[in-house]
């Protein structure tokens, strides 16, 4: 495991007056101004810092990272540094125990998958009936029995290091009737001793759980138990590095989830403070996580990721309207914290995330849409998927399944529909659509087109790049143009220097 990086900052070095766990490097220093080699992973101030220390500072430090403690007055550019980066305040009293206890959560490299239902197994002993809903879940019905019994399992198991923590997620459906446990045993690394077990109870499967391996490395068996009569669904399990309460994947970075279990992912960054708000919607991602960091961090605004994890690699950022109001929820509190109007917001993804810039850019009016591979026709992009590319992308079926319940021709133009309804109620008249995309696109062929031909307000401004090949040929060149368009409309709209920090 890579080691914790820390800055401290201040009179005292704290490596002379607390322990230190094993995973940490802290680097003391009493004046910084030159960017490390690698970057920290937390910083501390003890102390105010100078005014030229402030500029550097603001550079390295990610935001959720920064603690300070009374030593440090909050005025000026101090004050303007703790808000760009959300610093934290900590008690000297509680200084050496988040350095043993918490620094561990602060890791450079976030990880999270999911188990899908492909790779379930049902247990001998279960004797009902076994379905598939697309590819999207396991179905079971029947009886379960009396007592808890194992009902499926996941084939594969899943590495866990010493000292580590894992958050778990079961996604699942299931009768009233029927009852529903997780259980998780551990073994050690090349043997059949058991160095673990868990058992999570419904109750506590309606939350994220929490597991560590406080007896080193080894595999973990994951396996769910039923008892009762009626149909159980099985979706997935997520497995994520956890970051215990300070986020989910990246420090700051905040989880919701709908009545349905379904989740919604967001990370925002207040950059320097300044507009524009460059929201980033992930595109298809089967690693779960957040797209575009360092892309988006790169770029100096204010900025806003924005992730799902349902189906496989993600599900259009469509839902119900209590599933939508999540991401649209998130992006309207940002700007609102940042007092920022829709003139001064940028929507922008490359391919899946494309759709979801487009569709709540219709709720939202900003001042740019910056589309990679634009999706608008969700169940064309279906639809082709037995038509122009099998096998290429079996999710869209579970995306027009799940929203459609069907995968009929009239499912199809359905779900197209649903966008274009929305688009066309929409005036455009204050935004410009910056887009490349393939020319013999594989997956949506016709969505720059019939952007061209729906966009009828008055002021609205389109123009794209074409690039030659199918829609996965050329994601590098899509990527550069991208960029450049991000830079082009900072420099020329919100008079930006390209690259400014």
Not at 105 to 122: C, H, M, S, T, W
Not at 313 to 341: D, H, K, P, Q
Not at 422 to 436: E, M, Q, Y
């Amino acid at each position: 495991m890579d080691k914790i990086r820390i800055l401290q900052l201040g009179e005292r070095d704290w490596k002379e007056a607390f322990r230190l766990p094993g995973q940490v490097q802290m680097d003391h220093v009493d004046f910084f101004t030159e960017q490390p080699e690698q970057p920290y992973d937390l910083v501390f101030l003890d102390r105010t810092p100078r005014d030229e220390e402030i500029g550097p500072l603001h550079e390295a430090v990610k935001a959720y990272t920064l603690f300070v403690t009374e030593r440090v007055k909050l005025q000026g550019q101090t004050e303007w540094l703790c808000r760009c980066k959300k610093a934290q305040y900590i008690a000297d009293e509680r200084i050496s125990d988040f350095l043993l206890q918490e620094t561990r959560y602060y890791y450079a490299k976030p990880y999270g998958e999911k188990a899908g239902p492909g790779d379930l197994a049902v247990s001998r002993d279960f004797c009902g009936r076994v379905g598939w809903d697309g590819s999207r879940r396991l179905v079971l019905e029947g009886e379960f029995g009396e007592k808890f019994c194992q009902a499926a399992y996941w084939r594969y198991n899943s590495f866990i290091a010493g000292g580590q923590v894992l958050d778990l997620w079961l996604e699942y459906q299931k009768s009233p009737e029927v009852g529903i446990a997780l259980s998780v045993t551990q073994f050690a690394r090349g043997s059949r001793e058991i160095l673990g077990q868990w058992r999570f109870d419904e109750a506590e499967l309606e939350q994220v759980v929490r597991l560590e391996s406080r007896c080193g490395d080894g595999w973990l068996f994951f396996s769910v138990e039923a008892k009762g009569r009626g149909s159980l669904k099985l979706t997935g399990l997520h497995k994520r590095l956890s970051r215990g309460s300070h986020g989910h994947f990246l420090p700051g970075g905040r989880r919701q989830v709908s009545s349905a279990g379904e989740e919604a992912f967001s990370y925002f960054d207040p950059g320097d403070l300044r507009p524009p708000l460059n929201v980033y919607f992930s595109g298809y991602k089967t690693l779960e996580g957040f797209e575009g960091y360092y892309m988006m961090r790169g770029l100096g605004c204010p900025f806003l990721l924005l992730s799902e994890p349902r189906l496989t690699g993600g599900n259009f950022y469509l839902g119900s309207g209590e599933y939508e109001s999540l991401f649209a929820g998130v992006i309207r509190e940002c700007m609102e914290e940042l007092g920022f109007t829709e003139e001064q917001v940028i929507l922008s993804g490359l391919s899946m995330g494309t759709f979801g810039a487009l569709y709540y850019g219709c709720e939202l009016k900003p001042r740019a849409l910056i589309l990679g591979k634009p999706l608008a026709n969700i169940g064309t992009v279906a639809a082709h998927e037995k038509r122009l590319r099998p096998g290429g992308f079996p999710t869209s079926l579970d995306v027009l399944r799940y929203h459609c319940g069907s995968l009929e021709e009239e499912a199809v133009k359905r779900l197209d529909a649903r966008f274009w309804d929305r688009f066309d109620r929409t005036d455009w008249g204050n935004t410009k659509f910056i887009v490349s995309y393939m020319l013999e696109d594989d997956y949506d062929a016709e969505a720059y087109g019939m952007l061209l031909s729906h966009v009828r307000s008055g002021g609205a401004q389109v123009y794209g790049k074409g690039i030659h090949g199918r829609h996965n040929d050329n994601t590098p060149a899509i990527v550069n143009w991208f960029v450049s368009q991000y830079q082009k409309i900072l420099r020329e709209d919100f008079s930006r220097k390209t690259g400014q920090k």
